[in-house]
């Protein structure tokens, strides 16, 4: 066949392999799109995203946020006796003495008045109650024929007050106010953690910085027993509201199950490595009874061990530590054994060429080598363990964790649980300088911030 025969063929055949390729570019450009699309709606559908949207409660939401950072002060009427308590949080420990209340709440001739800033202001006493708003009117709730009467100023009743013949809530952004037949309520938001450093009955509470400072350092002693500053220590550490001291304890048991079960684990691991490793294991029945091991050992999730072994052997944190030991044991014996079968022979040659022993030879040719990466897996989830005790010891009843899911459960001090939550953050984030401290002191690499 000539040139001029086999030029138009040759061109045809190219023009074919660009339209192929062009068409294979296609596919990629719109298949891929297509097929996010499809998957995005169905997500859409399988997981509900509309009806999600449609119950969410975006005010419910706001109420909780705010909980985080602010404090609500119950002022509480007993409508069978008269009897005035106020308390932060509603609790008993933050009760307010005799002859001691806040100062936006006086008490004169059987009248309660509440000033909840802004015009807003709660007035109650034996004949019922007055909520005034300002711009609205005076909301009047009073008891008749055993039933509660409510008086609004236009006659209609807005979506704010919830109204019934046994109850009436008006809830406002100054606060929340609820009337029954047997106690009138009242619940003032204000920002801040209180009782946080000392409580009602403390000398020191409702003292400034400077009038704090001037106690510990020239003051009289309030306490003949003991200093001003040492008097304080004891006051903030035996908190009865924020409870530090236990507080403190339950960081502690955290950091003891994440540490226990670790080194635990490692110390566990660390022999049955070396049987579990191609090159030192002494046969395949034993490396290959203990690569199963290690992925039962691992493959089942630590919080099903807790599960189990809190059946097994009771609640507490030593239990959490066991469950973090077994699931690292499985961990630690695989990534060790894989560094153990990646080491360079050379070195251990070399020992050997001097008559050591087969301990001698892994002790001088093999540790050094794997020593770095043993640390640092060792470090690394120490430092992850960390976090997942406070999940484990929400399960076993130790540690910070339970802490955490006693306040959730209560749903009422959620400043509390902002407390947690920020202990536990600083906690993650002084292990992991710990552990970036360590690695660079014991391998000899420089730790990063």
Do not use: C
């Not at 003032?188 to 409580?199: D, H, N, P, V």
Request: hydrophobic share 45%; charged share 15%.
């Amino acid at each position: 066949m000539s040139s001029t025969d086999m030029a138009p063929t040759a061109s045809a055949d190219l023009q074919l392999a660009v339209l192929k390729g062009f068409n294979r570019k296609q596919m990629v450009a719109f298949g891929v799109p297509a097929v996010i699309l499809v998957y995005l709606t169905y997500v859409f559908f399988a997981f509900d995203i509309s009806g999600i949207a449609s119950r969410a409660r975006l005010d419910n939401a706001a109420i909780l946020v705010s909980d985080f950072w602010s404090h609500k002060t119950h002022v509480t009427r007993d409508n069978r006796d008269g009897a005035i308590s106020v308390a932060i949080e509603g609790e008993t420990k933050g009760t307010y003495p005799p002859g001691m209340l806040p100062e936006w709440v006086t008490m004169a001739d059987g009248v309660t008045r509440i000033d909840l800033d802004r015009g807003h202001e709660v007035i109650f006493d034996d004949d019922g109650a007055r909520y005034i708003y300002p711009g609205y009117g005076v909301i009047d709730i009073s008891p008749q024929d055993g039933k509660l009467i409510l008086v609004l100023p236009d006659g209609g009743i807005p979506g704010w007050i919830n109204a019934s013949d046994t109850r009436i809530a008006v809830t406002t952004k100054q606060g929340r106010f609820s009337y029954t037949r047997n106690r009138t309520e009242v619940f003032r938001y204000q920002a801040g953690w209180e009782l946080f450093f000392f409580t009602l009955d403390s000398p020191f509470y409702g003292k400034s910085f400077v009038e704090l400072v001037q106690l510990a350092t020239v003051g009289e002693r309030v306490d003949p027993n003991r200093s001003n500053i040492s008097a304080m220590a004891h006051g903030f550490w035996t908190n009865a509201m924020w409870r530090h001291g236990d507080v403190a304890w339950a960081l502690f048991e955290t950091v003891l199950m994440a540490f226990l079960g670790t080194m635990g684990a490692a110390m566990i691991a660390l022999p049955l490595a070396f049987f579990a490793a191609t090159n030192f294991s002494p046969s395949r029945p034993i490396l290959f009874t203990l690569r199963r091991l290690f992925d039962f050992l691992r493959g089942v999730d630590g919080l099903i061990w807790t599960i189990i072994l809190s059946r097994a052997f009771g609640p507490g944190p030593m239990t959490g530590a066991l469950a973090i030991l077994l699931t690292d044991t499985g961990t630690f014996g695989k990534t060790f054994s894989e560094a153990l079968e990646n080491i360079d022979n050379k070195q251990v040659e070399g020992v050997q060429s001097t008559g050591a022993s087969r301990i001698q030879q892994a002790r001088f040719g093999v540790i050094p080598q794997v020593t770095p990466v043993f640390l640092s897996q060792v470090l690394y989830y120490f430092e992850s363990n960390t976090r997942s005790a406070t999940v484990i010891g929400a399960i076993v009843g130790g540690g910070i964790g339970l802490l955490l899911t006693q306040a959730i459960s209560t749903q009422k001090d959620w400043e509390e649980v902002s407390y947690y939550i920020i202990l536990i953050i600083l906690m993650v984030m002084a292990m992991d300088t710990l552990s970036g401290w360590l690695r660079s002191r014991l391998i000899g690499r420089t730790a990063h911030p």
